[in-house]
C-alpha cells in the first residue's frame, strides 16, 4: 500500500473550483514531485496533505491513517512557502521555540537542535539572530525546524524558491540524504529542473493531475526530450 494516499479530492474556494478528483498514491521512500504554474492548486493540496486544510470531497491517508489526525503530526514535517520564523530570535532560540510545541524534552531538544543545524549546514550559526540571515539561510533553517521532531514524511511547498542555484543543489543535495535515511519527501516546484530531480512526478494543471510517472517514464510516453515538454504537450500548450 501506499505510504501516502490521496483518493478523489476536490475543493472549492467559494464558487471557484481549484482541485478536482486529484488521484495520488505516494510510495515510502521516495521523493514525489508536485509540479505546475502558479495557481494551479499545489499548496492547497499541500495543506491538505498537511491536514491544515479538509477538502471538500475525498481523503487522504499517510501510513493508514486518514487526515487530519493527531498522530500524524508527529508523523509529518512541514515547510511552508515563506518562513515562519522569529526574526528577533536566533537560530537555536527559534528552534527551541517549535521543539516546546512538538514537547521535546529539553535534554533532547539541545542535542536535536544541533543535530538539525548540521544537516542544513547552519551550526557555525547557532546564536545568530535569524534578522542576520541571508534568504537561503532562513530557507534551510525552516528546512532545519520542519526536521525536528524526526518526522517520516516531510512536506516542502517549494523550498527554493528565491535560492541561487549553488544553495538550490546544496539544498537537493540534502533531500538526498534524508530520503537515504528514509524518509518521504513531498515537495512543490515550477523550476523544471528539480521536477528532474524527483523519483516520481504529478503534473498539476488547473486543479487537476496532467500526468504521473518518474521523469523517464514521462517523457518517453509522450515522446519528448524534457519534463518542460511533456508539460507542454499534456497541457496543450496553454
Ligand atoms: N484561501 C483561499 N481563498 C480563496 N482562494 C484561494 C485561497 N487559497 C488559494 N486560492 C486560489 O486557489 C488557486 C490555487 O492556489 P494555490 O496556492 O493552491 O496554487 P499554487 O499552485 O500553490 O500556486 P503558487 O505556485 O503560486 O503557490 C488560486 O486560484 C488561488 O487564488
Known amino acids: 500500500m501506499a505510504f501516502v494516499e490521496v483518493k478523489g479530492v476536490s475543493h472549492a474556494f467559494g464558487k471557484e473550483k481549484v482541485l478536482e478528483g486529484i488521484n495520488l498514491n505516494i510510495e515510502e521512500g521516495k521523493i514525489f514531485g508536485l509540479l505546475g504554474p502558479s495557481g494551479a492548486g499545489k499548496t492547497t493540496l499541500v495543506n491538505m496533505i ?8 475525498g ?3 499517510i501510513d493508514s491513517k486518514r487526515v487530519p489526525s493527531f498522530e500524524l503530526m508527529n508523523l509529518t514535517g512541514y515547510m ?3 518562513d515562519a520564523l522569529y526574526q528577533e530570535l536566533s537560530a537555536r532560540e527559534n528552534l527551541e521555540f517549535m521543539g516546546s510545541i512538538y514537547g521535546l524534552k529539553k535534554s533532547e531538544l539541545q542535542q536535536r537542535i544541533k543535530s538539525v543545524l548540521q ?8 546564536d545568530k539572530p535569524v534578522e542576520q540571515f541571508s534568504g537561503g539561510m532562513k530557507r534551510r533553517l525552516s528546512l532545519a525546524a520542519s526536521l525536528l521532531h524526526q518526522p517520516k514524511l516531510l512536506i516542502l511547498d517549494e523550498p527554493t524558491v528565491g535560492i541561487d542555484p549553488v544553495l538550490r543543489q546544496e539544498i537537493w543535495d540534502e533531500f538526498r540524504s534524508l530520503q537515504q535515511q528514509g524518509i518521504t519527501i513531498i515537495v512543490t ?6 521536477a528532474n530531480k524527483c523519483d516520481e512526478l504529478a503534473l498539476l494543471r488547473d486543479g487537476e493531475v496532467m500526468a504521473q510517472g518518474s521523469p523517464h517514464q514521462l517523457m518517453d510516453a509522450y515522446d519528448v526530450q524534457s519534463i518542460e515538454e511533456v508539460f507542454l504537450t499534456v497541457g496543450g500548450g496553454k
Do not use: K, R, W, Y
Request: charged share 20%; proline share 4%.
Open 59 to 61: 481523503d487522504i491517508f
Open 189 to 194: 516546484t515550477h523550476v523544471m529542473d528539480e
Open 80 to 82: 511552508a512557502q515563506s
Open 119 to 126: 544537516t542544513v549546514n547552519l551550526l557555525d550559526h547557532l
Open 50 to 57: 498537511v491536514g491544515i486544510l479538509d477538502p471538500n470531497e
